[in-house]
């Protein structure tokens, strides 16, 4: 069988597949669970059949995430136990970050760009982070105010979950952050705008050094950057196995029953990310003439790994590498994604923008238009630095509720579904962040259409 067949054949299976369960569920024919369940199965069989003729990760990966969703929801206890596979994951990629941002700077910087141009391009980048995410904002907003999600939103009565910490940063937190107060301690707490900012005054310094005594570094600098995406490619192949694994364990904790009390909560998020990314996104990617297929092929591994882990941080090591094969050079790829981390959270402001509001609504505390824009640009200022922290906009948004006088229980509702809007929210960050080292590449006349062209995923 070829790899045509096998696509017909999968396409067959899942029509099929989802006419039985359709029947099921509304009762017009009776199933057992268990002829459901191999149903489900002889889908993903063809599924795997067709990723062994493809041979491409981005392949593997998709199907990994069916085949752990599958898990989660037939063996939801057991499935807690694959959460190991899912840190083992994480762990090894956040050994890269440190490293690869260290070293793509410093040469970019010191051996490629002249200190000018890392002037403009932080201008440029801050300028189009702000103008994009405050776009995320009023398209957030909009959406909620539209679909009224919060209104007459009632928790079950044996719903229990346990509200993190929540402590709302003041302003000269947010700036204290950026700065890092010891380089080691900022690798191993993984922040990654700290690290960015040693990273660029290394570079700098070296770049003011003769030629005799910057060469030295700047070779080691170059040998680290090349081993480090090397070292990306190795962990790559463990990341079906972390993907399906955080997948199981997000649906066999969730379940299905908050899900139908909160499904207009997420619906409401979904399409509002869905409109951002065509009405935003998209415009963008076609004002500045970059082949949309081949992004959309670009960029699917690295958000496929994001949506799975609910982390940035996981995909920024495969998105650096991927954007420079696209076309983006790597002193603007290793500036503009780490910095896009703190500064550029389309997803993150979206999300925040619409959660806060529909905790007024569940509240039944009315708030004007011009109360809503306050709260939301106060939610992205504070919200600058929690991307590569799974659920950390949680916590900014309890925060932020107890500052403006808002209850906090409407966000136990939304700690319910909380894994599964994170994984969307998280997904737009980065397709958002790849799509701005695009953007500033263009405007910096240095984007490589013939690569972008001619990009093909691994």
């Known amino acids: ?34 002829f459901l369940q191999v149903s489900r199965w002889i889908f993903i069989a063809s599924v795997i ?21 599958e898990i989660g929801l037939d063996y939801p206890i057991a499935a807690q136990n694959l959460q190991v596979l899912s ?17 793509t700077l410093v040469v970019g910087i010191a051996g490629h760009s002249d200190l000018k141009q890392v002037g403009r391009m932080g201008w440029k980048s801050i300028l189009y982070f702000e103008i994009v995410t405050t776009l995320a904002l009023i398209i957030g907003l909009v959406a909620i105010n539209v679909s009224k999600a919060g209104e007459g939103i009632v928790l079950p009565t044996n719903f229990k979950q346990e509200l993190p910490e929540a402590q709302s940063p003041t302003w000269q937190d947010v700036i204290l952050h950026i700065f890092p107060e010891n380089i080691v301690k900022s690798i191993y707490n993984g922040e990654v705008l700290p690290i960015v900012v040693f990273s660029v005054l290394f570079g ?12 030295p570094m700047l ?29 199981a364990v997000t649906v066999g904790h969730l379940g299905v029953d908050i899900l139908i009390s909160l499904i207009k909560l997420l619906a409401t998020l979904y399409i509002a990310l869905i409109i951002f990314l065509c009405t935003v996104l998209l415009t963008i990617a076609l004002i500045i003439k970059i082949p949309v297929k081949k992004f959309i092929s670009a960029i699917s591994e690295p958000v496929s790994i ?22 983006v050079p790597r002193k603007i790829v290793s500036f503009v994604l780490p910095t896009g981390y703190t500064f550029n959270l389309d997803g993150t402001t979206l999300y ?105 995923p691994d």
Request: with cysteine; proline share 3%; glycine share 6%.
């Open 352 to 456: 925040l923008s619409l959660a806060s509001v529909f905790v007024s609504q569940a509240a039944a505390i009315p708030m004007t238009w011009g109360q809503q824009i306050i709260m939301g640009l106060t939610l992205m200022l504070t919200s600058k630095g929690v991307a590569g922290v799974p659920r950390a906009s949680l916590v900014i948004l309890l925060g932020t509720a107890a500052s403006f006088g808002l209850p906090l229980w409407p966000i136990m509702a939304i700690l319910g579904i909380d894994e599964l809007m994170d994984m969307a929210r998280t997904s737009v960050n980065v397709i958002g962040n790849m799509l701005a080292s695009c953007v500033i590449a263009r405007w910096e006349g240095e984007f490589d259409s013939k690569k972008a062209l001619a990009f093909v």
């Open 1 to 34: 069988m070829n790899k045509k067949k096998t696509v017909l054949l999968s396409l067959l299976l899942l029509t099929i597949v989802v006419v039985i369960h359709f029947l099921s569920i509304y009762k017009v024919v009776s199933f057992s669970n268990v």
């Open 87 to 103: 840190k083992i994951f994480l762990r090894l990629v956040k050994t890269i970050i440190a490293p690869i941002l260290f070293a």
């Open 306 to 327: 994001a949506f799975a882990t609910t982390s940035s941080e996981s995909a920024l090591p495969i998105a650096m590498e991927n954007m420079e094969k696209f076309g």
């Open 49 to 69: 059949a067709y990723a062994l003729y493809k041979k491409s990760l981005t392949t593997w990966i998709l199907t990994s995430m069916l085949i752990g969703t």
């Open 204 to 215: 700098i310094a070296l770049a003011l050094l003769n030629e005799q005594k910057r060469a």
């Open 219 to 247: 070779r080691f600098s170059e040998s680290l950057a090349e081993t480090m995406f090397r070292f990306t490619n190795i962990i790559m192949y463990f990341a079906p196995f972390g993907v399906g694994a955080a997948i």
